[in-house]
């Protein structure tokens, strides 16, 4: 009896992903787009490779690319804004009282990747 529940349950996973109705996505299929900073600065779009958000003393450390390829993926669009809202745990307040987040200096867009 316990064969006859395991085959059925695995049968149900085999039609929920491969129903026409339900695409299945690639894992890590969005990435983060940078558009600009708070600097006043013109900023050509890039996209996030890496990011240490504790790394210099809790000021951060983020590496970029044009190449959309070698972007850092995330599984979704609230996992890219996730990202870019982390807060630095080893200086976790700006001077002015502020969350310490260092992504947050730049203008970004979730954006899905395309092959």
Known sequence: ???????????????????????????????????????DEYVPPRYLVDFDVDAEQGLGTATFTLDRAKARGFADVSDVLAT?????????????????????TFTISPERRRP
Request: hydrophobic share 30%; glycine share 6%; no cysteine.
């Open 84 to 104: 870019w809202k982390l807060q630095s745990t080893v200086r976790p307040l700006r001077g002015d009282g502020r969350p310490n987040r260092p992504l947050t």
């Open 1 to 39: 009896m316990s064969d006859l529940i395991e085959r059925a349950d695995l049968e149900r996973d085999e039609r929920k992903n491969d129903h026409p109705l339900r695409p299945t996505m690639p894992p890590h299929d969005w990435i983060m787009v940078i558009f600009g900073s708070g600097y």
